[in-house]
């Protein structure tokens, strides 16, 4: 496995690999529903491959197995999503997707990796705080991390379950 720039021939496979690693979610009784929620759009696919952050994991045939895209706001750069196809998880691939967006937003100019997650969920906060990401309190949420939180409640997200989190890198 390695990880590399996502191409635009890439884009119309992840879609799928977010869809299994969703198929996650039905151990779960309570957050089930997610994993037939849907994921992101090719069309936001292609955005981050154009205009954005997006890396892939592939497999010995360079065939995506994971992704990684995110969203750059000034110095900031805000991981959208993290999937990795059920077949594939518990081998280190998203820990990889994860290690590469740290690489090179450090060497990119990036002050800090922010996202939102599941506070509950092994392979969400957990998973991230081992990684160094520090949820964050009420109190420190900038005027972004507090629309998206309100966002995703507003999709279904339980807010009291969700959390932010951030990665200061300088």
């Known amino acids: 496995m390695r990880i590399r720039k996502t191409t635009l021939a890439d884009v119309p496979l992840l879609p799928a690999i977010e869809s299994a690693a969703d198929e996650a979610f039905l151990a779960l009784p309570e957050l089930a529903w997610v994993a037939h929620d849907g994921g992101w759009p090719e069309e936001e696919h292609r955005r981050r491959v154009n205009a954005g952050y997006s890396v892939v994991a592939v497999e010995a045939q360079n065939a995506p197995v994971g992704f990684l895209i995110a969203q750059q706001q000034e110095t900031v750069r805000h991981i959208q999503g993290l999937a990795v196809a059920r077949a594939w998880q518990g081998r280190g691939v998203g820990r990889a997707l994860l ?3 740290i690489a090179d937003a450090t060497t990119g100019g990036i002050t800090a990796l922010t996202l939102t ?3 509950n969920v092994p392979w969400n906060q957990p998973f991230y705080a081992r990684a160094g990401f520090s949820t964050l309190a009420e109190t420190e949420l900038d005027t972004r991390l507090k629309a998206l939180l309100a966002a995703e409640a507003e999709h279904g ?3 009291e379950t969700r959390c932010a989190m951030r990665l ?3």
């Open 99 to 101: 290690q590469r967006a």
């Open 117 to 119: 997650t599941f506070r």
């Open 157 to 159: 997200f339980a807010y």
């Open 168 to 170: 200061v890198l300088r």
